[in-house]
């Protein structure tokens, strides 16, 4: 079944083929676990709101047309909503600092200065206020277009260039103040 396009797993979801469904959870949890995980930053909260995304996915399938929005795009529109309602209950919460590689698998041979840059980002990413952060995460975690992620969003394409473009150079600005304060 996985040489199945999304679209047409989708269609054999809403005729509730439970292997269809699968074979989307399967393609398609550890990006948007990363995702969630990298906005919320609560290891057991992120991994309800992925299950909830998931069953959020085959209850609404009948709701998803292919021609608005690809499924991957779809998908991120409702763990972004999920994410969004998880925020504000538990908005007295604050944004916790994660340690290196704890929403990815270890990479070998990883330098200390690549980690600690790291940590800087995610850091820097934590402070920006929501619509930066998503944006942020939908472009170079999640690898998503400007396009895809004005849909996620709900907001204009020159909307996400340009919160793009002003966060990427306060986070260079940061990342310059660190260097040199070292």
Known sequence: MDI???EELMEKVKQKDMEAYNSLYTRHAQ???QFIFLYIRQKQAAEDLLQETFIRVYVKSR???SEKASFRTWLHQIAHRLCIDHYRKHSKFKWQQIEPNEHEDAESGSVEYHV???MLIQQYVGQLPDKERSILILAYYQGFSG???SHILNIPEGTVK????YSLKKLNKQLKKEMNDE
């Open 4 to 6: 199945l396009s999304d």
């Open 31 to 33: 990006k948007t676990y």
């Open 63 to 65: 709701t998803y047309k």
């Open 116 to 118: 600690q840059n790291k």
């Open 147 to 149: 396009r895809e992620i």
């Open 162 to 165: 340009s919160k793009l473009h």
